[in-house]
C-alpha cells in the first residue's frame, strides 16, 4: 500500500490518500488538492514531482 500525507508537503491538513500504486495515489493526491486546497497539480509539473516524491510504502512509515 501506497501513502501521500498533505503534512509531509508542509501543508497543514491532515488528510492522508492510499492506494495500490503510485499513479492512484498522485491521482487522488491531485483530486484532493484540487478540491481541498484550490491548487491545481496538473497544471505544474514542479508541483506533481514534488508530491510524486513524497508518496511512501506503507512499510518505509512504520516503526519495529
Given at each position: 500500500m501506497k501513502r501521500f500525507a498533505c503534512a509531509d508537503a508542509g501543508v497543514v491538513?491532515?488528510?492522508?490518500?492510499?492506494?495500490?500504486t503510485e499513479e492512484e495515489v498522485l491521482a487522488k493526491a491531485v483530486e484532493h488538492?484540487?478540491?481541498?486546497?484550490?491548487?491545481?497539480?496538473?497544471q505544474s509539473t514542479t508541483l506533481a514531482?514534488?508530491?510524486?516524491?513524497l508518496i511512501r510504502d506503507d512499510a518505509?512509515?512504520?516503526?519495529?
Open positions: 491538513c491532515k488528510a492522508q490518500v492510499t492506494g495500490a488538492a484540487r478540491t481541498a486546497h484550490g491548487v491545481d497539480l496538473t514531482n514534488f508530491a510524486r516524491g518505509e512509515t512504520q516503526r519495529p
